[in-house]
């Protein structure tokens, strides 16, 4: 599924999964639909949902609104990478997310991919392990995520300068 629009107030959205639900009744089977969504505005700020509804575009709809209130700040490197290697599980899916050069692209499957993308990371190296579950694997991405540090923030939890703890290259 990809599913992109982007609308004029800047925001990425993006289908990441579609699920058909039946339920049996009396006359025969109802349908309903339930969608996973992730938007973004591809500089840091990222939201996830998961809504159902009886019609799919109802659903992504749903989804796209719930999602749009619940935008969270990751921090980038230079605006394309994370800082360092992260780590992320949930239920049974684990994802490794590892900072790369710049021109690497991403390089991530499915659901992880479009994480990246709305969240504005250009290069970065995903390994997801476990499941091939898009909920558990966006959940476990967004974990990873978020448990990365910034430099600023390590700066002020140590009281110090952050070029004192961006470590000197070369």
Do not use: W
Request: hydrophobic content about 40%; aromatic content about 2%; proline content about 4%.
């Amino acid at each position: 599924m990809d599913f992109k629009n982007k609308n004029d107030d800047g925001i990425l959205e993006k289908l990441v999964h579609i699920n058909r639900i039946t339920k049996v009744v009396k006359g025969g089977r109802r349908f309903g639909f339930s969608a996973l969504v992730v938007v973004g505005n591809q500089a840091g700020k990222i939201g996830i949902a998961h809504a159902k509804a009886k019609q799919v575009p109802d659903a992504i709809k749903k989804a796209n609104e719930t999602a749009r209130r619940d935008l969270i700040h990751i921090p980038l490197r230079e605006g394309r990478t994370i800082h360092h290697d992260v780590y992320g599980k949930d239920g049974a899916g684990k994802i490794v997310l590892r900072s790369a050069p710049k021109g690497t692209g991403i390089i991530a499957g499915g659901p992880v991919r479009a994480v990246c993308e709305v969240l504005g990371i250009k290069d970065i190296v995903a390994k997801s392990m476990g499941t091939s579950n898009p909920h558990n694997m966006i959940r476990a991405t967004m974990k990873a995520l978020s448990k990365q540090n910034s430099p600023k923030h390590i700066a002020t939890i140590r009281n110090k300068k952050i070029s004192d703890v961006i470590e000197k290259r070369g």
